[in-house]
T-cell receptor, first 113, second 110 residues
Framework: EPEVTQTPSHQVTQMGQEVILRCVPI?????FYWYRQILGQKVEFLVS????????KSEIFDDQFSVERPDGSNFTLKIRSTKLEDSAMYFC???????????FGSGTQLSVL | ELKVEQNPLFLSMQEGKNYTIYCNYS?????LYWYRQDPGKSLESLFV?????AVKQEGRLMASLDTKARLSTLHITAAVHDLSATYFC??????????FGTGTSLTVIP
């Protein structure tokens, strides 16, 4: 079965540093998402991306966050100046059509020190 | 904002027993999804429920959707240890943004 791949699997950074989380969605999918999950808590929506632009974003997704699909295959999440509370597991997901389930990547565990 | 609640949050059950997890959501939706998450792992899709009255079964798990009551159930039959995981329901809004429930952490005890 096709899968969503994410790199790196773990990222440790200092507070105030920039990080870029990378994702390769399933190739024929059109909808792309970033979610995060703080340890032991529920999965929270960050942003959705369709037709090369953000279609929806949550309150969490403030000016410190940005997304890009630079080359038609990669989908990145950038956090410009990380805060301690950004520590979480970040999941990328993609979907083909509206009613279809979302396919999730294996996640990037971000630790901000 | 669409709210999705699950209960119970924690469930410890013996092997061989039956139990039901409930998922309530706050606004109209005709679709609902169930995911499983093992510790430290990603989310694995279990069921896609696309209409009122939809029922799907896979092994010892059966999911149903009542869109009028805004309720979905995940029924576990004759639980086995391999079913130990956290189970999330998710409801999409009109923009296909998925809102996840609080999760139910299931532990099956031999």
């Amino acid at each position: 079965e096709p899968e969503v791949t994410q790199t790196p699997s773990h990222q440790v950074t200092q507070m105030g540093q920039e990080v870029i989380l990378r994702c390769v969605p399933i190739s024929n999918h059109l909808y792309f998402y970033w979610y995060r999950q703080i340890l032991g808590q529920k999965v929270e929506f960050l942003v959705s991306f369709y037709n090369n632009e953000i279609s929806e974003k949550s309150e969490i997704f403030d000016d410190q966050f940005s997304v890009e699909r630079p080359d038609g295959s990669n989908f990145t999440l950038k956090i410009r100046s990380t805060k301690l509370e950004d520590s979480a597991m970040y999941f990328c997901a993609s979907g083909g059509v509206t009613n279809e389930k979302l396919f999730f990547g294996s996640g990037t565990q971000l630790s901000v020190l | 904002e669409l709210k999705v609640e699950q209960n119970p949050l924690f469930l410890s059950m013996q092997e061989g027993k039956n139990y039901t997890i409930y998922c309530n959501y706050s606004t109209t939706s005709d679709r609902l999804y169930w995911y499983r998450q093992d510790p430290g792992k990603s989310l694995e899709s279990l069921f896609v429920l696309l209409s009122n009255g939809a029922v799907k079964q896979e092994g010892r798990l059966m999911a149903s959707l009542d869109t009028k009551a805004r309720l979905s159930t995940l029924h576990i039959t004759a639980a086995v240890h391999d079913l130990s995981a956290t189970y999330f329901c998710a409801v999409p809004n009109t923009g296909n943004q998925f809102y996840f429930g609080t999760g139910t952490s299931l532990t099956v005890i031999p």
